[in-house]
Structures are given as C-alpha cells and as structure tokens.
C-alpha cells in the first residue's frame, strides 16, 4: 500500500475538488478551515483521511457530500461542477448519489431499525413514486440489514439497541439508495476496538461486493491503517504521507 493524496493518473477522478477553500466568520475573526484543497477520489477505493481535531477532515468530507457550501474551489461528481447546483439540485444529488455514516449515528429515534433504512427511499421520492416503490425499498432494505446482521432486530427503535448495531443500522441506510460514494465521518468513534473492527469489516465487504467506493475520516489509527489509501491533515491542508 502506497499513502499517496493521489491515486494513478490514468484512472478517472469520481469525485474531487480542486484549491477547495472554506472560512468560518466569527464577529471580525476569520477562521480558515480549509486553505486550498486538491483531492481526488476514484471509483471502488476505501480511502481514509487522519489528522488531528481541527486539521479540518470533517469540513472537506461535508462539502464534498454538499452538506456544506465552500468559501471558493471547486468540487467535480463524474466531471459534473456540484458547487454551481441549486440547493434542489445538490439535495437531488446528495439523497440518489452519496450516503453518510456519522459517528453519532443519527438515527431517528421514534422509528424502527427497518423505518430508519428506508428513510432514503422516501425523502427521494414524491407520493405516486413512493407507493410505486415502496414494497422494493422494503425489501431492499430487510436485505441490508439481514447482511449487516440484524435481520431480528427489524422491529427495534434505536433505544433498544447497542451501539455497534445502531453503526449497523446506519450502514444500512447509507447503501439503500445504492449510492456511487459513502462518506463516513468517525464512523467507529463511539465504538469499542471489537465492534469497530466488525463495522469495517463490512465496509471492506461491500466495497468488494459492490464496487461502493468510501470516504473515511478517522482518529483511530487502526481504521485508517486498513485504508486502500491513507491521506493525513494539518491545520487545513494535506500533508507528508503517514508512515504504515
């Protein structure tokens, strides 16, 4: 394994940004969080971002899941320019084509493991398109949480789960639209070493199943060492390759 901030040149960028800047105004102190970011993601790969808190890997993997807006730069989806959409357009964007896992899981909590996977499904969709599909979404979304072992717990609102499986439910979701990238920000942090080791495994899984290409931001050296492709931030920007 190479820790490169670029993949070969012959291969065709997925996502990328190019001198992606984002500052923070607080009263008349600008914080610079990023400071002209390049980066490139390819199809099929696990790359993994490190860095310490503040080094800004969170910012760069919310505004190139436009969950964020940059301060300047640009940010390319299969070449398309994402930073000139309409809120409509990127919101279209961000629910078919990218899925997230976050640390905190973000699951709703008055909603069943199986309602919160299929929760995609139906912000995507309008009300003859949902009727159309749910029994599909449905059972798109039993099959996902059969593969990430929870096909007993369909039934269970997130209170009556353990954290792993909350991350597992979560997983789910992210991958029911089928999306081309998923971002996971500290997708293991609330997890004990065991149980985030299992949660990787099945990001290894399906990114050998399916091809799904993951963008992962970690303090957990582990997680970051079983990356395809390890990058490292600092104070805004890429930085020296970390040593294996």
């Known amino acids: 394994m190479t820790d490169q901030p670029s993949a070969e040149p012959a291969r065709q960028p997925l996502l990328q940004c190019r001198n992606l800047v984002r500052d923070f105004q607080s009263g008349e102190t600008v914080l610079h969080v990023l400071r002209g970011v390049d980066f490139a993601l390819y199809p099929g790969e696990i790359a993994g971002i490190v860095g310490a808190s503040g080094a800004g890997k969170s910012t760069l993997l919310h505004l190139l899941g436009l969950l964020d807006t940059p301060t300047s730069g640009e940010i390319l989806y299969k070449g398309r320019d994402l930073a000139r959409l309409s809120p409509e357009q990127a919101a279209a964007v961000r629910n078919r084509e990218f899925g997230f896992v976050f640390q905190s899981f973000h ?35 039993i099959e996902l949480l059969k593969r990430v072992g929870l096909g007993e717990r369909l039934g269970h609102v997130p209170s009556r789960l353990s954290g792993g499986e909350k991350q597992r439910v979560a997983l789910a979701r992210a991958l029911l639209n089928e999306p081309s990238v998923v971002f996971c920000d500290e997708p293991t942090g609330n997890l004990d070493s065991k149980t985030a080791d299992e949660i990787f495994r099945l990001i290894e899984e399906f990114n050998r199943e399916r091809a799904q290409t993951f963008l992962i931001v970690t303090h957990d050296q582990h997680i970051a060492d079983r990356a395809q492709r390890r990058l490292q931030m600092a104070d805004g920007r890429f930085v020296a390759p970390v040593t294996a």
Do not use: H, K
């Open 107 to 141: 699951l709703l909590p008055e909603f069943t493991a199986l309602e919160n996977v299929i929760m995609p499904g139906r912000i995507g969709s309008g009300a003859l398109a949902w009727m159309q599909d749910a029994d599909r979404l449905r059972r798109s979304a």
